[in-house]
């Protein structure tokens, strides 16, 4: 287990951490950490959020409260991805920027999905599994594809709770 200036919230749970690697990173209260998960530096999990396994937190990552996170689900935050320079020399940390990843309250993204770098997820929006997200997702939208697209809406909480009292 690598857990190395990480701040942890109260009542996170890391499940497995001798198979977990997490970097100077902030797990909110009452989280859920899966095994095999990688959480780089600088990324935020918000409280109670449930990260499944195998999924990979890059740097410039943030899921706002109660996010869920599918099973080896990928983010990404280099928007132009190479191992040179045009000079053939290797890139290094600043040859490149990070394009920041921001997901919404209640969001939540199936497992396979991958999240590229640049994009917000809205709040309550599902992400299909296996999605490949290109642009931002709106609030309460349902995406799936590849690349992912509007398929539905998750019904708005209220709405969905006022309907339920009327019946």
Known sequence: MMIKGVVMGEGAVIYHPDLVNLYD???GAGARIGTFVEIQRGVVVGARCKVSSHS????????????????????????FPRATNADGSLQG????????ILVRKGASIGSGATVLGGVTIGAHALVGAGATVT??????????????????????????LQSELAS
Do not use: Q, Y
């Open 25 to 27: 990173c902030t797990i």
């Open 56 to 79: 990979f937190l890059c740097e410039g990552v943030t899921l706002e409260d109660e996010v869920f996170i599918g099973h080896g689900v990928m983010f990404t935050n280099d928007k």
């Open 93 to 100: 940390s600043d040859d490149w920027s990070v394009a920041p």
């Open 135 to 160: 642009r931002d997702v709106p609030d309460f939208a349902i995406v799936a594809g590849v690349p992912a697209r509007i398929v539905g809406r998750v019904p708005d909480a209220r709405n969905h």
